[in-house]
């Protein structure tokens, strides 16, 4: 009976976790009819501000130094410049000589779905309906146009490759004031890296002391998401996020529209979020930063970091540096890059079980090269691991079938008075030395390691896409034959042949008998992986219950 209602315990659960998808569907954003999507592509898109930073501070040697300019401008569906082309190992780029902004940049290593290759993940980009920018640039003290994100760079190419034998590529852009002050803004590459710098070299020929503040600015609006039970990119995390120095957040737009972000912090760091990559500005730790952050509507928002005012005097030059991410979530490389930085991989209030499995997986897979591989080992240990508590449930059920006529007799005798049958019952338990509820530990402790590999399989980067075998060339997808979910039914139904079973309501016998089939259709939606993990865990499961089988008999 316990093993019974702990195979229904998970329909339900599984069925619960299914409907509550399917509400996510429907009562959350869907797509804008194709009709709006046109009015929208023929409207300008959300304005976009120059991070409103105070005039850079003055001091007695530059008393003459003028509060800058406030401007503004609008994103327009097309570079308002010339487009000048980047390549390395990792990006396929442009940058806008229009403030040198990034309004373009494709991963060349991903592509969004194995069955179109040529379809890359885009990042930045500027079309019809989304608009997603890194603004950089410098406002100044004086009057008169600022070598900002909104203003002409020159440029000397207008393409630049990372070739063989390169392990850096260097990408300049320069401005020079009326008055004589110039700026050189030069993108920073480097192979086999998603992380990028820009290096700026004011030199001040203007006959005067300036000021000027450096800031970076991630600018990003889209259409409504729309959640679908069929596409797990629909229920990740997309929208802002930050460290404050103290502790991570992701970003509500819709609190960011009524009480916008407005601190300075030390060290942090501002990121923009999907399924599987970001975007980030990561300051230098330990230098002032201010953070802004604010949100037209639910789908359009600025995330801008304003460093310190930084003095140049007449004659005299200075350098300062920006650093960004643009990529995918791999953990490691985020790691290193910024404290916290690998928070965006977010397994939520399973991250407790999810890491660690993701670390035992990734060791497991340095070993192997072949994340389907390491998952069947990585499910054996745990299976090893917990083998004694699975063979005291096993006795303990084998006990409870035993004493089942015993408890037959008992509930005819009392069936009239609840409370002397439950005392009766309680009594033989106790006479047996048998604990009723051993028999579902083992199905309940499965659980946390389910939804952890659930969790694990739908936000690591490092399984999207990964190949196990034969047809199984994804395992973070359902597998396209379903093959892997039949195979699971089998295993199901040999499991509940090897496991003693406990006589129970008939009804409730004819239900477990198509549990098999229900689970088929249910894990048919599952990442392949964590199917593969479900195989393997029940088809260790009847091979330890026919050991331990033999040995209760043996011992009888």
């Not at 950089?136 to 600022?146: D, F, H, I, V, Y």
């Amino acid at each position: 009976m316990e093993n019974q209602r702990s195979f229904l315990f998970i329909a339900l659960f599984l069925t619960l976790t299914m409907l509550y998808m399917e509400w996510q569907k429907d009562y959350h954003p869907r797509p804008l009819p194709a009709a709006q999507i046109e009015n929208a592509a023929s409207q300008p898109a959300p304005t976009l501000d120059v991070p409103g930073v105070e005039a850079p501070s003055t001091d007695a040697a530059s008393t003459d130094l003028a509060k800058p300019q406030v401007q503004t401008a609008t994103a327009v569906k097309k570079p308002q410049g010339r487009s000048i082309r980047v390549q390395t190992d990792v990006y396929d780029l442009r940058i806008d000589t229009r403030g040198a902004v990034i309004d373009q940049l494709t991963l060349t290593q991903h592509p969004k779905s194995k069955k179109t290759p040529d379809d890359l993940v885009e990042l930045f980009t500027r079309n019809e309906v989304e608009t997603y920018l890194l603004n950089t640039g410098m406002t100044a003290s004086w009057q008169g146009e600022q070598p900002t994100h909104l203003v002409e760079w020159k440029s000397a190419a207008e393409t630049y490759s990372l070739d063989d034998g390169q392990d850096t590529l260097q990408v300049p852009f320069t401005w020079t004031s009326a008055d004589g002050v110039t700026v050189s803004k030069t993108f920073n590459f480097s192979r086999n890296s998603f992380a990028f710098t820009i290096d700026y070299k004011i030199v001040n020929n203007s006959g005067k002391n300036v000021a000027v503040r450096p800031y970076a600015q991630l600018s990003r609006s889209h259409l409504p998401l729309s959640r679908s039970m069929f596409d797990v990119d629909s229920y990740s995390y997309k929208g802002p996020a930050w460290f404050d120095g103290e502790k991570y957040e992701k970003l509500k737009t819709k609190d960011l529209m009524d009480d916008a972000i407005d601190t300075e912090i030390t060290s942090g760091w501002l990121a923009t979020l999907e399924h599987h990559f970001l975007a980030a500005i990561v300051p230098a730790a330990g230098k002032p930063v201010k953070f802004t952050a604010k949100s037209k509507d639910e789908n359009s928002y600025q995330l801008t970091a304003a460093a310190e005012t930084l003095q140049v005097a007449s004659g005299q030059s200075i350098n300062v540096s920006q650093q960004f991410f643009a990529g995918p979530k791999i953990q490691k490389d985020l790691a290193a890059i910024s404290e916290k930085l690998d928070l965006t991989t977010d397994y939520g209030v399973f991250s407790i079980i999810s890491k660690p499995l993701f670390w035992l997986l990734s060791w497991v897979y340095g070993f192997i090269g072949n994340w389907g591989w390491a998952i069947v080992v990585v499910t054996l240990m745990i299976k090893a691991a917990f083998y004694p508590l699975t063979a005291k449930s096993a006795r303990s059920m084998a006990a409870m079938k035993k004493i089942q006529p015993r408890i037959k007799l008992l509930q005819e005798r009392y069936k009239d008075d609840r409370q002397k049958l439950s005392q009766a019952t309680m009594d033989v338990y106790r006479k047996e030395k048998i604990n009723p509820a051993a028999g579902c530990l083992p199905i309940l402790i499965q659980f946390p390691f389910f939804l952890g590999f659930y969790w694990l399989l739908i936000e690591s980067v490092e399984l999207r896409q990964a190949p196990w075998m034969l047809w199984i060339q994804d395992l973070s997808s359902k597998d396209p034959l379903f093959i892997l979910p039949v195979l699971y039914g089998v295993t199901m139904y040999l499991q509940q042949k090897v496991q003693p079973m406990s006589g129970g309501n008939p009804e409730m016998m004819r239900v477990m008998k198509f549990m098999p089939i229900a689970m088929v259709g249910l894990f048919s939606f599952f990442p392949a992986g964590l199917v593969l993990y479900w195989i393997t865990n029940s088809a260790v499961t009847v091979v330890q219950q026919w050991r331990i089988n033999s040995v209760i008999a043996k011992e009888k």
